[in-house]
């Protein structure tokens, strides 16, 4: 995601409701870049996995949306910590939880799928989370192996995907702390 353009004016508060439903199209952009294969920092084909038409197997793009889901979480968490009532934070990451679930089953995803879904993202995020703890290499690791289906070989990989990760969160996180969270 790159920071928004010079004639872009942030607003200096946002309920969650609104930095929710800001969050979830910040994901979807970052999901069709990590996919569109002309302009993707890591072309899908780099990933490993064969596809069919330029497309990516179900599991890999699905993995990739949690995993951008991820990076998005992070770096609000990030730019909010001490900064921000722990629930106005938390209802800003339910919004935008349920903002892309919303959007998952508009467009076609079995409403009894999305329970399944959404535990892979909690076990996703608790891993990524502990990963990220350790080392940038370690979350491009477990990044790598689920987009994949198969532990990385080499550290090409899992380098680029923690810089994906970076990518996302750290202007994220500079945008978001000229924001101030606050009740609708």
Do not use: C, K
């Amino acid at each position: 995601m790159s920071p928004p353009s010079d004639d872009f004016r942030a607003p200096d508060t946002l309920t969650p409701s609104a930095l929710g439903d800001h969050l979830a199209r910040l994901v979807w952009e970052s999901f069709s870049d990590f996919l569109a294969a002309d302009d993707a920092e890591i072309p899908v084909g780099e990933l490993g996995v064969p596809t069919d038409d330029g497309l990516p197997p179900q599991y890999t793009v699905e993995e990739a949306l949690i995993f951008l889901m991820w990076a998005h979480t992070r770096g609000a968490q990030l730019a909010f910590v001490g900064r921000a009532p722990d629930d106005l934070l938390r209802r800003s990451l339910d919004a935008l939880h349920a903002a892309i679930f919303e959007d998952l089953e508009e467009n076609g995803t079995p409403t009894s799928q999305l329970p399944l879904f959404e535990q892979r993202v909690s076990t996703r995020y608790t891993e990524y989370n502990q990963a990220a703890e350790r080392s940038d290499a370690e979350l491009g690791r477990a990044v790598a192996s689920h987009l994949t289906g198969s532990s990385p070989d080499g550290a090409a990989l899992p380098a680029g995907l923690a810089e994906r990760a970076r990518a996302a969160a750290s202007p994220l996180r500079d945008f978001l702390e000229e924001i101030e969270l606050v009740e609708a």
